[in-house]
């Protein structure tokens, strides 16, 4: 049976180790922070502590057989549905929380080598996670550089206005297609204007050659570009 000591002991490392993630997530401030992935690896811990002795007065018992592994693996599947929370759908290709549900994972997957005594394997896991999650951001970024979506407004004079003006602006910076397109009036304006706002997912470094085509296209008095909420 375990000692009253290791029992404390196990329960505070799963919640130091769990923090030490929790605060990375916590300083880019995502929906599961500190406390969220302290009480996972903390639960998580208890759970397997539980599962491995929390059933020793029953042992013995005619047809009494004990699988210790039984609850830690309803924590491993469990913790999807608290992941998956998490996640959220900005709108169609655009998903953001998958890195942070990942996270919360494998501090479930810590906080039961912690409560199953070993120290070892949960603290090189710990220190691995938060090399993958703070570490190799920066690398991510620099050999992957991706399209991000930004929106743009324009605003132009509605008799002057052709869209395959700026469809050929957009193409010319590669930009084969844009994920929505709302033309609005402006009331604001004494002359004959409009307002065009789009959404587009737009390469690396090409705002500025991008702004410069839009100002040139027929029409346009103004154009601003920004990125999305």
């Known amino acids: 049976m375990i000692t009253t000591q290791e029992l404390v002991i196990r329960l505070v490392v799963a919640a130091l180790l769990g923090s030490a993630v929790g605060f990375e997530r916590e300083r880019l401030d995502w929906a599961a922070g500190l406390r969220t992935h302290m009480l996972v690896c903390l639960g998580s811990a208890l759970a397997i502590i539980i599962s491995a002795f929390g059933f020793k007065d029953i042992l013995g018992t005619p047809a009494v057989a004990l699988d210790p592994s039984r609850i830690a693996a309803q924590v491993i599947s469990g913790i999807g549905f608290l992941g998956a929370g998490t996640i959220l759908f900005l709108r169609q290709e655009v998903i953001r929380g998958l890195t942070t549900a990942a996270g919360l994972w494998a501090v479930a997957a810590i906080g039961l080598a912690i409560g ?58 590669a930009v084969d297609s844009f994920t929505s397109l709302t033309i609005l009036p402006d009331p604001s304006a004494g002359e004959d204007l409009i307002k065009v706002r789009l959404r587009a997912d737009l390469p690396p470094n090409k705002a500025s050659a991008l702004l410069g085509k839009i100002r040139d296209c027929r029409g346009v008095r103004e154009v601003s570009l920004g990125d999305t909420t």
Do not use: C, H, N, W
């Open 116 to 173: 199953s005594g070993l120290y070892l394997a949960g603290a090189v896991t710990t220190v691995i996670v938060l090399i993958i999650l703070a570490g190799i951001r920066p690398l991510e970024r620099r050999l992957f550089k991706k399209r991000s979506p930004r929106q743009l407004s324009i605003r132009v004079r509605r008799d002057k206005f052709d869209m395959s003006d700026l469809q050929s602006s957009l193409s010319e910076v």
